[in-house]
């Protein structure tokens, strides 16, 4: 068996799994000569040009997780690709979600791969507060749903800023106005990248956000609240064909974070009882964060299918 690979490394997010791959003895190769294919999506404008590839099986398609939460897209959003081997996933939450919404492919558990894990650390006075609205599509859209939402967090953050209260840091993607948000006197505006980088998260005290960049919040141990995780997920990507996810109701209790920025009034003492303790987000961290990455577990996994 040729144990080569080619690895479509989005955001940075396929790091792990290349340097396991790497570790285990295979060698990184073009796409077309590859006898594995890792893809963080399985759409197919990525998988397309290789379909004679995974027709004729000289390779086979993996997918490893597109961001931090699972995905939900393959819920009635999108088709799962006739091409696609199997899926890793970051934790058995994962697992369990896509099989409740009937996922028909095979699914792995390897780890969580996005940064070094750390213990919660308590904080008895969280001032310095991250705030990382949802963040636009790369051609700069972002549906009126995230936008509404974006704004409504900031308002209630804005609150706290003019009492004193707090420091505000808006970590957002692409311009502030494309977030649905608006410079405002007091607080500090920090424009980031797509990169994982943790950095910030490590220098504040307490953490707002949704997805992706919550997800890292509370991999590195730091105070983290969500925002809208009632809502039901949906596509981000186009203005024009607005969908959602057709199972949310059979795994929702599963998918939501315990602290929602939205569902408290007092956001001041929701801000005290998230930092000085990590009772109520145990179980969650262990089931959508789970363990450390394995990347045993990968090379075991792809080579069922060799």
Request: glycine share 6%; proline share 6%.
């Amino acid at each position: 068996m040729m144990k080569s690979f080619y690895l479509f490394n989005h955001q940075k997010k396929g790091t792990a799994y290349f340097n396991a791959l790497i570790q285990n003895g295979y060698t990184f190769r073009s796409a077309k000569e590859a006898s594995v294919i890792f893809s963080d999506i399985d759409m197919p404008g990525r998988i397309k040009p290789l379909a004679d590839n995974f027709r004729s099986k000289k390779s086979r398609l993996f997918i490893y997780p597109h961001a931090a939460r699972v995905n939900l897209a393959w819920d009635g959003i999108i088709p799962v690709n006739k091409y696609t081997t199997a899926v890793f996933v970051s934790a058995e939450g994962h697992k369990n979600i896509l099989e409740l919404y009937g996922f028909n492919k095979p699914i792995h558990v390897s780890g969580w791969s996005y940064c070094r894990m750390l213990p919660f650390f308590p904080i008895k006075n969280p001032r310095k507060v991250l705030f990382a609205p949802i963040h636009p599509s790369k051609r700069g859209w972002l549906s009126d749903i995230n936008k509404k939402i974006n704004i409504a967090a900031f308002n209630k953050l804005l609150k706290l800023v003019k009492n004193g209260d707090i420091e505000l840091w808006v970590r957002h993607l692409r311009s502030i106005e494309e977030n649905g948000l608006w410079n405002e006197n007091g607080v500090n505006y920090i424009q980031g990248q797509p990169d994982l980088s943790f950095a910030q998260i490590d220098a504040a005290d307490i953490i707002v956000a949704h997805q992706t960049f919550g997800y890292l919040a509370v991999a590195r141990g730091k105070p983290v609240v969500m925002m809208a995780e009632g809502t039901p997920p949906h596509n981000s990507t186009n203005p024009n064909d607005t969908k959602f996810v057709a199972s949310w109701e059979k795994y929702k209790h599963i998918v939501m974070y315990p602290y929602d920025v939205m569902d408290y009034d007092d956001t001041m003492r929701l801000f005290q009882e998230v930092s000085w303790s990590d009772d109520k987000i145990r179980l969650w961290r262990d089931t959508m964060i789970g363990v450390p990455f394995q990347g045993s577990l990968v090379v075991k996994g792809i080579e069922k299918y060799l």
